[in-house]
C-alpha cells in the first residue's frame, strides 16, 4: 500500500455507518506520550529528533514483522513529502497541520483502513489517534488501548507516579486523554442556537472546534467536542464525559430540524434544493462555498429532501474536494482557480451518474 492509494479511498471514519452517524460524523480518542529518555520536542535537539524517530520506527518494523501489527501499516516521513501530500494528510486527518509544517525528523504511521495513525515527533514523541465512524467512543477506546499498550512494551514512557502520564502541554499530562466527536450541527447553525450550546459545554470543560481541530473554523457545519484537561480523571472517565453529553447536542440537532421541516418546510426545501442544483451544474466552485452547500445536501438526504443520494458519498466528497486531495488526483499542482473549476467537475461527475437524486423529490 501506498500513499497514493488512499487518494481513491475513503477511511473507515467517512462510511457514516456508525452509530448516529446521520449528525455524528466520527468518534476519535487521541493519546499524547512522550519517552523516558530525551526532552519534549520543543527542548529537543535536531539529532534529539532523528533519534526519536529511528527508535520508533524500528520498534514498529518489529511489531509488523511479528505480525503485531498489520504489515499493510504505512510508515511514511513526514519530512520527505511535498507539500501536497503533507496537505493531503491533514485534509484526511491523518496528521494535524503542525505537524505538516514543522521542521525536522517527524513522522506517521497509518492503518490501512485508516481507522489509526501515529505521529512521530509532533508535539509530544508521539500522538496515537483512533477514529471511528459514528458515536463509537467505547470502541475506539478499547482500540487505542491495545495499540498504546503494544508501543509501551516496546518503549519506556515518560511517566510520573503522582502525575501519571508527562506531555509537552500541561493540559494534557495525567491521561494524556483526548476524546472527541465530530458532529454535524446544520440545523442549529440555521435556527441560532449553536451559540447557546457551545457556551453550555464551555462550562462543563468541553472544548468545541472546527473540522481540523483547535484553531480551525467550523466550515461546513462540523464542529468536534472533546474535553479540555485530563489530569484528575481515568481515560474511562473522560470518554464517559464526553459520551454523557453527545446524545444530548444530537437530541438538540434533531429538535431543530423538526422545527425546520415543520414551521419553515418550503424555505428548507428550497434551500436544500438550490444547494443541490448549484452543486450539480457549477463550472466553478470554491472549497467553501461546496463546503456549505454539501452541509445543506446532508441535511437534506437525512431529512428525506433528497432521494437516491448516500451519506457516504456526500461524507466522501466532504474531503474529497479539498485542495490537495483534487491536486493528487489529478496528477498535478494546481492554482486556485484551477483548483475551482476541477472541484465543480468533480461535483458534477458524482452527482449527476446515474441521475443520483432528485432535489424536487420530497
Request: charged residues 25%; proline residues 2%.
Amino acid at each position: 500500500m501506498h500513499l497514493d492509494d488512499l487518494a481513491n479511498t475513503s477511511g473507515e471514519w467517512l462510511k457514516g455507518s456508525g452509530p448516529e452517524s446521520d449528525i455524528v460524523i466520527s468518534s476519535r480518542i487521541r493519546l499524547a506520550r512522550n519517552l523516558a529518555d530525551f526532552p519534549f520536542i520543543s527542548r529537543s535537539t535536531e539529532s534529539d529528533r532523528a533519534e526519536i524517530e529511528k527508535i520508533l520506527h524500528g520498534r514498529i518494523t518489529e511489531l509488523q514483522s511479528t505480525g503485531r501489527v498489520s504489515p499493510d501499516t504505512l510508515y511514511i516521513k513526514v519530512g520527505d513529502l511535498e507539500e501536497v501530500d503533507r496537505m493531503f494528510l491533514v485534509e484526511r486527518q491523518l496528521i494535524s497541520r503542525e505537524h505538516a509544517e514543522s521542521l525536522g525528523a517527524r513522522a506517521v504511521v497509518i492503518d490501512h483502513t485508516e481507522r489509526f495513525s501515529v505521529m512521530i515527533n509532533e508535539e509530544d514523541h508521539l500522538r496515537i489517534q483512533v477514529m471511528q465512524s459514528g458515536l463509537n467512543l467505547d470502541t475506539a477506546w478499547q482500540q487505542i488501548n491495545e495499540i498504546d499498550d503494544l508501543i509501551e512494551e516496546q518503549v519506556t514512557y515518560a511517566y510520573s507516579d503522582r502525575l501519571g502520564y508527562l506531555t509537552a502541554c500541561p493540559t494534557n499530562v495525567g491521561t494524556g486523554v483526548r476524546v472527541s466527536v465530530m458532529l454535524h450541527l446544520p440545523a442549529l447553525v440555521i435556527t441560532r442556537q449553536i451559540e447557546k450550546v457551545f457556551k453550555s459545554l464551555q462550562k462543563i470543560n468541553l472544548a468545541v472546534r472546527g473540522l481540523y481541530g483547535e484553531g480551525s473554523q467550523a466550515t461546513g457545519d462540523f464542529y468536534q467536542i472533546s474535553n479540555q484537561v485530563t489530569l484528575g480523571q481515568t481515560e474511562e472517565e473522560l470518554t464517559k464525559k464526553v459520551g454523557d453529553v453527545v446524545p444530548m447536542l444530537i437530541d438538540y440537532e434533531r429538535q431543530a430540524r423538526e422545527f425546520l421541516i415543520r414551521e419553515s418546510h418550503e424555505t428548507l426545501h428550497d434551500r436544500v434544493s438550490r444547494a443541490f442544483g448549484i452543486l450539480r451544474t457549477a463550472q466553478t466552485i470554491t472549497s467553501e462555498e461546496t463546503m456549505h452547500l454539501l452541509s445543506s445536501v446532508r441535511m437534506g438526504i437525512n431529512l428525506g429532501l433528497i432521494g437516491e443520494l448516500e451519506i457516504p458519498t456526500v461524507n466522501k466528497l466532504f474531503i474529497h474536494t479539498q485542495p490537495a486531495h483534487l491536486q493528487k488526483m489529478s496528477g498535478m499542482e494546481l492554482d486556485t482557480s484551477d483548483r475551482n473549476i476541477e472541484r465543480a467537475t468533480y461535483l458534477r461527475r458524482h452527482l449527476n451518474a446515474d441521475n443520483t437524486g432528485d432535489p424536487n423529490q420530497n
